[in-house]
């Protein structure tokens, strides 16, 4: 597995961006898949998940009804579109991926570089 995500950049309060991460490997399908994000000064949280086929999702609290995590394993990426962007949302992203259960930091198998998301005002 290896992960590259795109996507970030500035965006005005109010606006989308969709992050996208592609696999390079051969394996994706076999992976549970996970966006988590890591604001200055804080430590890395989970933002969004999503399962093997897709049919199951996973969101904390503070995303719900703005992001949307899908995945596309014909194409080995995994997506995150994020609408209705507030300040608090600016953080480095990560996608993620996992064999395990749960959707914690330290459970993710894999880790792609980060890409900024900067929210202004």
């Known amino acids: 597995v290896q992960l590259q995500a795109s996507g970030g950049g500035l965006v005005q309060a109010g606006g989308s961006l969709r992050l996208s991460c592609v696999d390079s490997g051969r394996t994706f399908n076999r992976y549970r898949m996970g966006w988590f994000r890591q604001a200055p000064g804080k430590e890395r949280e989970f933002v969004a998940g999503?399962?093997?086929?897709?049919?199951?999702?996973y969101y904390t609290d503070s995303v719900k009804g703005r992001f949307t995590i899908s995945r596309d394993n014909a194409k080995n990426t995994v997506y995150l579109q994020m609408n209705s962007l507030v300040p608090d949302d600016t953080a480095v992203y990560y996608c993620a991926a996992t064999q395990s259960t749960g959707w914690f930091p330290s459970g993710m198998n894999y880790w792609g570089k980060g890409t900024l998301v900067t929210v202004s005002s």
């Open positions: 999503i399962s093997r086929s897709g049919g199951g999702t």
